[in-house]
């Protein structure tokens, strides 16, 4: 099993780092090229959406990225890639918009909102850092919410994609790769 993770700006190596925790092979993503062999998933790491967003475009891998997720890739985003995955975004034009939730940007402030919480993930208490983060303000039919922090949905699940408004790439439990690689695994 292949994991690429989308290395423009960002968190990916944290990423990265979790996969081989759980000892699934992980690449970056930085040029058209790296996307022409196989992989079976991607990460859209936490970041700046804007910047990843026009970085995207420019590198020419926002058209292909966007074919392969709605052709079933299975892809998971935290933080930024739940705002490039969603299909309504607050005040702004979606990005991959494959994703049927409407977020917030920024739903908590900025720096200083960021915050650490223990809550539940698909039936599990996780730690959930949450940098400037944003959450689902509304989910679509098909759309699984997996976690709320104070009535907020931070995780969702709709079909191939999962989202988590939080960090699971920076705590030391790997629950949220785990549930990512058993989508994975029932795509193949």
Do not use: W
Request: proline content about 4%; some cysteine.
């Amino acid at each position: 099993m292949r994991i690429g993770v989308l290395a423009l700006q960002g968190a990916f190596a944290e990423h990265i780092s979790k996969l081989k925790q759980i000892n699934v092979e992980a690449f970056e993503i930085r040029q058209l090229k790296d996307i022409s062999g196989h992989f079976d998933g991607l990460i859209l790491p936490g970041g700046e959406s804007t910047a990843m967003r026009k970085l995207l475009g420019d590198l020419s891998l926002y058209g292909p990225l966007k074919e392969m997720i709605q052709n079933g890739l299975p892809v998971f985003g935290t933080c930024a890639g739940m705002i490039l995955l969603a299909k309504e975004i607050e005040d702004e034009e979606p990005c991959f918009g494959t994703l049927d939730i409407t977020v917030k940007r920024n739903a908590y402030g900025r720096q200083l909102g960021s915050f650490r919480c223990v809550d539940e993930f698909a039936g599990k208490e996780i730690e959930m850092p949450s940098i400037r983060a944003p959450y689902a303000e509304r989910v679509g039919e098909g759309v699984n919410v997996l976690s709320r922090i104070k009535g907020k949905i931070v995780a969702v699940q709709q079909d191939n994609q999962l989202a988590t408004a939080f960090h699971p790439e920076l705590t030391n439990d790997t629950s949220v790769y785990e549930y990512f690689i058993k989508m994975v695994e029932n795509r193949r």
